[in-house]
């Protein structure tokens, strides 16, 4: 059984402009109207049910604000490409939900969970998740810089101006 990304012929991290547009050009493809013939008449109308179907279904699976969609497991590549384009958009929450649906944990997970975390401030957390990193994957120095400026931001978070600094953000807008 296709999910309704794939009846709409698109990727699981469609946003919702992709979807419209996938929709509307696969409808202009087979709408019933554009069909003389009954017997492909009916054919074009079950077809026109199923990409309705999938055109809705898939749309509230791109909400960020659908939050029954989050509880499914994607497979890694899938929750790491939605939670590198979330956090593109600053979306910290949704990138860190979209991560956590990911169905194993390696190298490249820890990288974009210490990403995340850096994303949030958390500074200290994302040093310990890009020293996962590092031990899972010892040889990619990328993950040792990572770590290295989480390390860093953690010991200017540490000092007298970087706790006001915290503090101003946190309350300062008010």
């Known amino acids: 059984m296709k999910t309704p990304f794939e009846e709409l012929g698109l990727r699981a991290w469609a946003d919702p402009n992709e979807i419209r547009a996938a929709y509307r050009a696969l409808v202009k493809q087979c709408h019933p109207d554009a069909v003389l013939d009954p017997a492909q008449k009916e054919a074009a109308q079950q077809r026109m049910i199923q990409l309705n ?59 974009m969970y210490g990403r995340v975390l850096m994303a949030m401030e958390q500074h200290h957390e994302a040093h310990l998740a890009f020293r996962e990193a590092v031990r899972l994957d010892p040889e990619n120095n990328s993950y040792r810089s990572l770590a290295l400026d989480a390390a860093m931001a953690e010991k200017k978070e540490q000092t007298l101006a970087g706790r006001a600094r915290k503090w101003f953000r946190r309350f300062g807008k008010k």
């Open 53 to 111: 179907l999938a055109y809705e279904e898939a749309l509230r699976l791109a909400s960020p604000r659908q939050h029954a969609a989050y509880a499914q497991e994607l497979p890694k590549a899938d929750a790491l490409a939605l939670a590198d384009r979330q956090l593109a958009k600053g979306h910290t929450e949704y990138a860190l939900r979209q991560l956590m649906r990911s169905d194993s944990r390696d190298g490249s997970w820890f990288c």
